[in-house]
């Protein structure tokens, strides 16, 4: 059974700073990967995917990359915003969806 | 225009009681998913539907049940409620169900408690 885990659960920054949050899964056979973001109290919002046969993908100050190999993904911000304060999860496509359980950020102002 | 929208928004019961959670998107998706999420902010799929053809369904107790009327609707029956089935629930539609399945789009959610 797959097992999705995020480090850190909770990460502080300073506004400006670049910041990597990442997502390890235990089977490598996986056919895509998605982040999101989630706001307190509201739904998911898909922030990128990533197929299995890709590297990375990038969204203006999000950068995502996958090795399947290694079983890991990290999702870089960069130049941090207060705005970015949100949990982002990492979701792994192997037929069904399993979520991780999330990393909570916080970027002060 | 929202893209996937559930009904109701917040939802308080009465063990043992009946319920029902709706949801529908515009998107013209044609896969819609149930999720759970636990007080732990843990996400767990509960049921996916592809062309009205249930695809997934988790270790979910058969109290809970989905019903696909059409294409952009996936509802969620819920019986005899129990303590445990509080949490926040979420319907989610993509294109291309399957391993190679599209971008996921959730709906806000429906924060379900149960006294």
Same mark, same amino acid.
């Given at each position: ?5 995020? /480090? ?21 056979? /996986?056919?895509?990967? #998605?982040?999101? @973001? ?12 990533? #197929? ?8 203006? @100050? ?9 079983? @890991?993904?990290?999702?870089? /911000?960069?130049?941090? #915003? ?28 | !225009?929202?893209?996937?929208? &559930?009904?109701?928004?917040?939802l308080v019961t009465q063990m043992g009681n009946d319920k029902s959670i709706?949801?529908? &998107? ?8 149930w999720?759970k999420q636990d007080s732990k902010?843990?996400?767990k799929?509960m049921f ?10 988790e270790t979910v107790p058969n109290r809970f049940s989905p019903?696909?009327? !059409? ?5 969620l029956h819920i019986n005899s409620l129990e303590l445990g089935d509080s949490a926040v629930y979420?319907?989610?539609?993509? &294109? ?7 971008? &996921? ?5 429906t924060r379900l408690t149960v006294l």
């Amino acid at each position: 059974k797959q097992e999705v885990t995020q /480090i850190p659960a909770a990460l502080s920054v300073p506004e400006g700073e670049n910041l990597v949050l990442n997502c390890s899964f235990t089977d490598s056979a /996986i056919y895509n990967l #998605q982040w999101f @973001r989630q706001d307190p109290g509201k739904g998911l919002t898909s922030l990128l995917l990533i #197929q299995s046969s890709q590297r990375e993908q990038t969204s203006g @100050r999000l950068n995502a990359s996958l090795d399947k190999s290694s079983g @890991r993904s990290t999702l870089y /911000i960069a130049a941090s #915003q207060p705005g970015d304060s949100a949990t982002y999860l990492c979701a792994v496509g192997d037929g069904q969806f399993y979520f991780g359980t999330g990393t909570s950020l916080t970027v002060i102002p | !225009d929202t893209a996937v929208s &559930q009904t109701p928004k917040y939802l308080v019961t009465q063990m043992g009681n009946d319920k029902s959670i709706k949801c529908e &998107q515009n998107l013209g998706h044609d896969t819609m998913y149930w999720y759970k999420q636990d007080s732990k902010k843990f996400l767990k799929i509960m049921f996916s539907y592809n062309n009205k053809e249930l695809i997934i369904n988790e270790t979910v107790p058969n109290r809970f049940s989905p019903k696909s009327p !059409d294409k952009a609707h996936l509802n969620l029956h819920i019986n005899s409620l129990e303590l445990g089935d509080s949490a926040v629930y979420f319907c989610a539609s993509s &294109q291309f169900m399957g391993r190679g399945a599209d971008t &996921q789009y959730f709906g806000p959610g429906t924060r379900l408690t149960v006294l």
